[in-house]
């Protein structure tokens, strides 16, 4: 149990579906995260919220929507998706996104895994 | 351009030996290193946090920093099978800009 939980952990859509990933932190937390990784690539991060706002949009394709409601749920709106967006996506909490001039580390949900068809 | 580089491996050790696993990054900035594992089909889990230079012990394992030649590292002591996974290298340079490298494969053999 890492206090960060993902669902579905498993999902196919079509290109043309829209569906979208939840992500939820029982861990009091005030930073969110959302993070692509394929195989043989590094983990690319997505998006950040601190406090409900977005800080971060690592020039992600709009198909992507992320959405903060609160501090402890996180979602990423699918829409018109295409093959090489399949992957795994992983969701990750901090504490705050710095403390005191440090980088906080994250705790990572156990992902979802998205198939484009 | 800012990265972060490490071996993909595998790297294989016999079971009660040192593991080494390096890390190289080009942004002088960074401030703030982690060391994540992730067991395969698994969530990445953090292992170490470092970010000053030097080194910093935890159990058997021991994160080693040096800023001015911009590597860290991770040692692994008394190697187990259990310790097979991939070790993830993250560097920060402030702010929310993590960087992760593309993971190095261990493999303990037993």
């Known amino acids: 149990e890492t206090g960060v939980t993902q669902t579905p952990r498993h999902l196919v859509m079509g290109m043309t579906n829209k569906k979208s990933l939840k992500c939820e932190q029982h861990?009091?937390?005030?930073?969110m995260y959302w993070y692509k990784q394929s195989a043989k690539k590094p983990l690319e991060l997505m998006f950040v919220?601190?406090?409900?706002?977005?800080?971060e949009n690592n020039s992600v394709p709009s198909r992507f929507s992320p959405e903060c409601p609160n501090s402890s749920h996180l979602f990423l709106h699918l829409h018109t998706l295409q093959p090489e967006d399949s992957a795994l996506y992983l969701c990750?909490?901090?504490?705050?996104?710095?403390?005191?001039?440090?980088?906080?580390?994250?705790?990572f949900g156990d992902g979802t895994r998205l198939s484009i068809l | 351009q800012k990265e972060v580089e490490q071996n993909s491996g595998p790297l294989s050790v016999p079971e009660g030996a040192i593991a080494s696993l390096n890390c190289t990054y080009s942004?002088?900035?960074?401030?703030?290193f982690f060391w994540y594992r992730q067991y395969s089909g698994k969530s990445p889990e953090l292992i170490m946090s470092?970010?000053?230079?030097g080194d910093k012990e935890d159990g058997r394992f021991t994160a080693q920093l040096n800023k001015a030649s911009q590597y860290v590292s991770l040692l692994i002591r008394d190697s187990q099978p259990s310790d097979s996974a991939t070790y993830l290298c993250?560097?920060?340079?402030?702010?929310?800009?993590?960087?992760f490298g593309i993971g190095t494969k261990l493999q303990v053999i037993p």
């Open positions: 990750a909490s901090s504490q705050d996104l710095v403390r005191q001039g440090e980088n906080q580390p994250q705790h």
């Open positions: 861990l009091g937390h005030n930073a």
């Open positions: 919220y601190s406090l409900e706002e977005r800080v």
């Open positions: 942004d002088r900035g960074s401030q703030s």
């Open positions: 470092i970010y000053s230079n």
């Open positions: 993250a560097v920060s340079g402030g702010y929310q800009k993590v960087t």
